[in-house]
Every structure is written in C-alpha cells, then in structure tokens.
C-alpha cells in the first residue's frame, strides 16, 4: 500500500524520542529525565537505586514497543503456549534485557559518559527469587527459549511478595532472612488493575435445573479473593517478539468484605483483607518435598483459577467458540502444583459455560500436558479429602466424577484386577483418604513427560508405571535444556567473545553450532587463550570470595565445586567425605605431591530440613579446620559460599574446573546444573544420573568423570540388603574420615553435633555414600592427574563446551512445540506505533 505520507511516520522520528531513541545522547537525556520525572530526584541527592531505577525505565521504555506489538499479534487466532507453574526463578533483568535487545555496548557508553559505573548499576538490582531451584529456574529458561524462538507464549505464576529467604551463615548455620525484593519497587512489571478476576474459596456446590430443565451445578463459596496481575515482558534474543510472564497478586475484594460480608464490622472487615492478601505473601521454600500446607492448595487454585479464566476471557474477546479452547491454548504444567487445573477447567466450562460434560473432557484433555520434575516419593503431592473438600467443594465433586468414568474403562481392561484399580484411582484410599495430584495430571492430560531419558524410563519402570500401561502413547520424554543467552552470554562474556571470535555468533541461538570449536582443541595458541580465560574468570571469583568471606584462595589451583540445593540425594555430604579423605593425606605426607584444590559449596537447605542443615554446619565446620591449618596451606581451602541464587550463579560457573554431580543414581531426574557447568567450560565429575547420562554421551566418555553405581546396581543393592556399615568396617581410610568426624575434631570436641548425621550413614545410608565412597575417591584422584597435563585438560575443556549444543533450551523447546503442544513460531511485525510522537 502506498500510504499518503503524513500517515507514515519515518523511523528518524523515534531516534530522537527521548523514550526510544538510541544515541548517545538521547539515552543520556533519558536516563536523567527518569532520575528527575520517575524517582524524583537530583543527581546530587539521589542513591545507587535511585539510578539504578532510572536506568531500567530507560530500557524498560525501549521494549514496549515489541512487547504491545507482541500482545497484539496474538489476538489474532494464533496458538499460545501457557507455561503454569507455582515458580519462575527468572533471575536479574536488567542485562538480560540489554543483550537481548542488542543495546550493552549503548548503554554502557551513555552510562560512563554520565559519570556513572554501569557494574555498580547492575549490581543494585534484586533479583525475583520466585523459585527454589531447578523447576523454577527451568521454567525461566524456557520463557526465554520461547520468545527467541518466537512462539507465542504466556507464563502463569504467583507474585509472591516474598520469594526464597536470603541465606546467611551465622557460626556455620544456615540462618533464613526475608527476602524483600519488592521494597525499592519493581521496575520490570506493570500491574493490570483492571484485568483483575475474581477466585472462590469454600462453601458448598448447589444442584439445580436451569429454565431449560438441564440439570446444573453451582458453587456458593464463602469467601472470594481479587487476582490482580503483574506482568513482566520476557524479550527474545535480538527478535521482534516479548512475550509476558504474568504473575498473579491476591487482593481481598473491597465489595465483598466491606459492605456484603463485614457490615458494621471494620476490624474484621481488614482481616479480612489482610486473609485474602496472605495469600500471595510468601513462596513455599521446600524443595521436592510437599509440606500439605492448606495455604499452598489455595496458592496452587489461586493461580490457576486465574490463568485458566484469563485465557477464556482473551479467547472470547477474539469471538471465536469456547469450544476450541484446545486448539488456541496449549498449557502445560510444571508438575503437580498446577494439575488443579484439570478440575478447574472443566468446573469453568461445564458449570460456568453450560458445554457438556464430554465436549470439556476432550477440551481439558487436550488443552494440557504434564511435566514430571521427580521421582522422590516425598514429593508426590496428594491432599487430604477433608481439607481439599473445604476449599474446593465443587473440584472434589468434579473429581469423584472424572475418577469413576476413569476407572470404569480401567475396569474394562482389567477386569478383577483391584490393585491396579486402587494404584490407578484418583483418589488415595489405603488410609486417611487424600486426592493424588499426579493421577489427575495423567488422566486429565494428553501428554505425559519426564525431563531426561533415563528420568522418562524410570518414570515409566516406577511411580506412573499403571499410567504407561494404560496409556503408553502419552508419554514422551524432552530433556531439559538451559539458555545459552544468560548462562553463557550474560555470564561470561569474555569466553563468549572468544568464540564469536572464531566461530560467529549465529551459536548463540544455535548452539550446535559450536561444534566448530572441536578442531580448535588442536591449537595450542587457542587453548592457550582458553586457559587464559578461565584463569582470569577464576580471579573474579576468587577476588569475591576474599571480599565476602575473607578467604584467600589460589585462583590456580583447581576450582571444585557443587551448586545446588542442600538434598541428602544430592550427596554434599559424600563431596565432603572426599574433602577430608584429601585432608588425611596431605596430613600424613606433608611432601605428598598434589594437585592444590579450592573446594566451593553453596546451595540453600529447606528451613525444615534438619539433616541438609546439619550439612551445611558439616561443610562450614571443615572449611574452619582446614582453612586455619598451617600444614595444608596453598594445597586446599574449603569455601561455603553463602545465598547462592541465579545472581550468583553467574559468577560461580563460568569460574569452575570441575562440576560436581554425584547424586545417587535414580534419584536426580535431570539436572541443569550440570549442563550451565559443561557449557562454560567445567569437566563434570557424575554418576549416571539424569542429564549425566546424556552429557556423557555427547561430551564423550573420554572427557567425562564417571563414577558409582548404576540405577540398577542401587535397586539391586537396596533389593539384597545394603549394610552401610560393613563397607566401614572394611575401607580403612573411609574409616578414619568418619571416625574424625565422629571425633569432634571439626566440633571443638563436640561429639554429638555429628552423630546424626554419622548414624544415619552408617546405619542407614538411604543415598548410599559408603556404597559410592571409594569409587567417588578414586575417581577424584584420577582428575588430580588430569589436571597436571593442563594442555590435555583444556583440550577436553573446549572439547566439552563444543558438544553442548543438545542442551541448549532452545532444543527443548522446539521438542515440546512439535511432540506436544503443536505450535508454530509466529513472527511479530513491530506494526502498531504508539500513539503522539510514533
Ligand atoms: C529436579 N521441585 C532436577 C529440575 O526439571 C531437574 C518439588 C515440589 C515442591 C517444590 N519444588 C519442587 C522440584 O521437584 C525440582 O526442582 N525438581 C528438579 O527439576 C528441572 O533438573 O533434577 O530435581
């Protein structure tokens, strides 16, 4: 079209709008107009935050225009993959946004030029602890995939007020701080007031028939909270498309408890309020481990209940049928803690929407799929039948009736066969009776999987093994993947500049692509640039380490180290073993001639977790000896880097020689860890547990250190009777590690401190440590060598990182639209301008 050009507004016009222009100059303006119009304040009087904040909004005001354009391309008929989970650990914002928008070296530029340090800026910034590890920090990696990928997407989740406690170690405890995040405001997300919706809590449902004489069903709840969202553009790398997270804040509803339900009665009227706003406080800080909390069954509806009405209101909006729900939304859930979803759907459709039971059934069943994040049974969420009736009473209506027309067919096809009927119900009636989120997550969904070969084999072999009987053709597996624009753009720039050197920069969305780096192992003048890398990547953290912890350790010797979630079936402890094994025999042989090595730790324990806390104080405890001994100086230090978050995360692995993933096999269902480790360059030390079977394969069995038992041999072990304690009394230097614990030579002669932890592993020894310990130590003895040969080791350091490419979470995603959801990337024209100026 030729459009009169009055109506055609030219590009050059945005350049020199303060709120989008690119210049130098322009972005220098912004930022001061938003330090005096936004903060409201001087540049002599405002604070790091006050700039901080300016900044952010001088970013923020260059992504709305992809961000609108995207919502609004969206209206038009295209599918939407609607990622529900209880968490998103999505990390800082501000660089991310810079990188993917393409603007860094900009921004600095205008930065400096005011005068200011654009690190110190960036180091202001609270990150949204919204996750406590791995399925959050998943969640958020997929955001990322799916905007670069340009796939239209809505993330669903909880605002919680106040994420994952801040961790401090006081006299080597782990001590819990509330984490504030939202103090100095949030300049990310911007809050949809008036989208809000309404969630119902209580009461009872009521049979009726409706002026036509069709029997109907409604709920009368006793209590009804606001949803109002948040939402926060999630910007693909260097594409027009932002899709949103939005994230949902209970509100109490002013008509409901001010005038209906309160009359007369103030103070009652705000506790109520200050009920309804309860609900969004605070994030469940346990890690695979289900508490039964009836706040989190309300947090779970809560935030369901608002997304699956958001999603009916935007499809009605577009007046297209109710009825393909399925075909405009693909939603998937984030384990169990959405699976409510099933219920609520079909309550929305069949009581709300008046569509007959078996249309929402095939609308419900193809809407979602399930993604399963565990295998440990202390996870697998199930609530109490008299607690989930109270606040749902219709969802447990809804539920007894998906469970009978279920179980009707499983009749069909197992007739007589009563403990498949009783494994497969919905509902738990071995005692107190409960409902099992994961059997309505498989028989309310098409699509069923686990998130790594050997997790998906397991699954299928162990607790959903009556669902792939049943219905083999849901499941799937997609491994989990990890973005290569935070956890190797973002967070090691210096070796992302080297490869870009030499290979382009097109790995960055295709990361198989760095595969070109495997014949530049060959190069000694590139493994020496490598080194060098990591050398000074190593002294960045090391300078942190010293400033944190006044801690001085060798940046040249090896960096070992373990990130994650304090679990005893992630084995910190058997890291520990290994430790002191280390510690014995430079104390024997002062002269032993070894391999100096900086044992790191970090990882954040469930408050409630007794044993993973008494790891902690183990870890911190050792660290203290070794530290202030005199015979081992500059041959080992032992650090517990204490509030280990994604912040930190992106300091702590592009800094590592070697990653350590020794859970015991079967238990680690993936691990991402492990792959942001090998993708910057760590060489991974692992069993054959979760992802580790797959890395192994592609990095090659050369460039990987395998140790312990296998899946098989544990099961096989547990099945004959494992005796923890023979393999003490046999392994005499397992012995004395454990005998100088029990000593209370870590305890200032504190010989009780340990013992629960000591007893459990020698009479217990659930995640078989003692069972590992001496395959562990042999192998760890193998990467001393190793690391002697440093040309061989970098070899297999570039040989790790150019084998990555399976891992990358633009991988994942691809999988998941064509195996699952059936979705097309749909680019975004940046069309619409903004009105007065644009
Ligand atoms: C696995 N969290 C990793 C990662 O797939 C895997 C469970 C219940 C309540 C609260 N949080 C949870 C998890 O189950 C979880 O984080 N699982 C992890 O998911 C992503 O890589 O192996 O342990």
């Not at 109520?272 to 994030?283: R, W, Y």
């Not at 269902?669 to 547990?689: E, P, Q, V």
């Not at 100088?740 to 078989?768: A, T, W």
Request: glycine share 6%; proline share 4%; hydrophobic share 40%.
């Amino acid at each position: 079209m030729n459009a009169p050009l009055e109506d055609s507004l030219t590009p050059q016009i945005r350049v020199e709008d303060d709120r989008t222009g690119l210049s130098i100059t322009t972005l220098r303006s912004a930022l001061a107009d938003n330090l005096f119009y936004i903060q409201g304040k001087f540049p002599g009087t405002a604070t790091k935050n006050d700039y901080y904040m300016a900044l952010a909004y001088t970013v923020r005001d260059r992504l709305l225009q992809r961000w609108l354009n995207t919502t609004q391309t969206y209206r038009k008929n295209v599918k939407v993959v609607c990622y529900l989970s209880a968490e998103f650990l999505i990390g800082p914002q501000l660089v991310n946004n810079l990188i993917n928008l393409g603007i860094y070296a900009k921004i600095r530029q205008a930065v400096e030029e005011s005068g200011l340090s654009l690190q110190e800026l960036i180091e202001q910034e609270e990150e949204p602890g919204l996750g406590n590890g791995g399925l959050g920090r998943l969640a958020a990696c997929y955001l990322d995939s799916l905007s670069t990928l340009e796939i239209p997407a809505i993330g669903y989740g909880i605002r919680y007020e106040f994420g994952i406690f801040d961790q401090e170690i006081r006299d080597g405890w782990q001590v819990e701080i509330t984490d504030k995040w939202l103090q100095y405001g949030n300049p990310w997300e911007i809050a949809r007031p008036e989208e809000y919706v309404e969630v119902k809590f209580g009461g009872r449902s009521e049979h009726y028939y409706d002026e036509k004489g069709n029997y109907r069903v409604r709920w009368i709840p006793d209590r009804v909270v606001k949803g109002v969202p948040y939402d926060t553009p999630i910007l693909g790398y260097q594409v027009n498309t932002a899709n949103t997270l939005r994230l949902w804040k209970a509100e109490a509803i002013e008509s409901f408890d001010f005038q209906a339900f309160n009359i007369g009665d103030y103070y009652g009227a705000v506790d109520a309020k200050i009920v309804s706003e309860n609900l969004t406080k605070i994030l469940y800080p346990n890690d695979e481990v289900i508490q039964g909390k009836e706040l989190r069954l309300q947090q779970q509806y809560f935030f369901v209940s608002c997304a699956l009405q958001d999603m009916i209101r935007l499809l009605l909006s577009t007046e297209v049928s109710l009825e393909t729900f399925h075909q405009q939304f693909a939603v998937q859930l984030n384990d169990t803690h959405p699976a409510i979803g099933v219920a609520e759907l079909m309550r929305l459709l069949v009581d709300e929407h008046r569509i007959d039971w078996d249309k929402a059934w095939h609308i419900t069943q193809n809407t979602f799929a399930f993604t399963n994040h565990t295998l440990l049974p202390e996870a697998l969420e199930k609530w109490p039948i008299e607690l989930f009736g109270r606040l749902l009473p219709r969802h447990l209506e809804i539920i007894y009736e998906i469970n009978q027309r279920f179980l009707d067919r499983v009749r069909m096809k197992y007739p007589r066969d009563l403990g498949k009927l009783s494994r497969l119900s919905l509902i738990d009636e071995s005692g107190e009776r409960y409902v099992r989120m994961a059997n309505l997550a498989c028989v309310g969904s098409h699509a069923i999987n686990g998130v790594a070969e050997l997790h998906t084999e397991l699954l299928k072999k162990t607790v959903l093994k009556d669902f792939y009987e049943f219905f083999p053709e849901k499941f799937a597996n997609v491994t989990n993947g990890v973005t290569p624009r935070r956890w190797m753009v973002l967070s090691n720039p210096r070796l992302t500049r080297l490869i870009t050197e030499k290979i382009g920069d097109r790995w960055i969305t295709h990361l198989d692509d760095l595969r070109k780096l495997e014949t530049l192992a060959d190069d000694a003048s590139f493994r020496q640039q490598w080194r060098q890398i990591k050398q000074e990547t190593k002294g960045d953290l090391a300078a942190y380490i010293r400033k944190k912890l006044d801690i001085i350790v060798d940046p040249k010797s090896l960096f070992d180290i373990q990130v994650k979630r304090i679990h005893e079936y992630k084995r910190q402890h058997l890291n520990v073993l290994h430790v002191i094994t280390f510690y014995n025999r430079l104390k024997h042989d002062r002269d032993l001639d070894i391999t100096p090595r900086t044992f790191i730790f970090g990882g954040k324990a469930a408050p409630g977790y007794f044993m993973a806390k008494l790891i902690i104080k183990l870890i911190v405890s050792v660290a203290n000896i070794v530290n202030n001994d005199p015979d081992v100086r500059d041959r080992m230090k032992v650090v517990f880097i204490p509030d280990f978050n994604v912040t930190l995360g992106q300091r702590i692995y592009p800094a590592a020689d070697l990653s350590e993933q020794i859970s015991t096999a079967g238990k680690e269902a993936s691990g991402t860890g492990n792959m942001k480790f090998a993708l910057n360059g760590a060489l991974t030390i692992g069993t054959l547990d979760g992802a580790n079977v797959e890395i192994r394969e592609e990095v090659g069995a050369e460039n990987f250190f395998l140790f312990g038992l296998t899946t098989e041999e544990v099961y096989g072990l547990k099945a004959r009777g494992y005796r923890p304690f023979d393999y003490y009394n046999q392994n005499a230097e397992l012995k004395a590690v454990i005998d100088l614990i029990s000593s209370g030579f870590f305890s200032h002669g504190d010989v009780d401190l340990f013992k629960p932890l000591i007893d459990n592993l020698l009479y217990r020894d659930d995640y078989m440590l003692l069972a590992d310990y001496q395959s562990y130590i042999d192998t760890q003895e193998k990467v001393s060598q190793a690391y002697r040969d440093r040309e061989n080791w970098t070899r297999m350091s570039i040989l790790n990182v150019a084998r990555m490419g399976k891992f990358s979470s633009d991988r994942s995603i691809r999988e998941y639209a064509q195996k699952i959801w059936k979705v097309e990337p749909v680019p975004v024209e940046l069309l619409q301008l903004c009105p007065g100026g644009q």
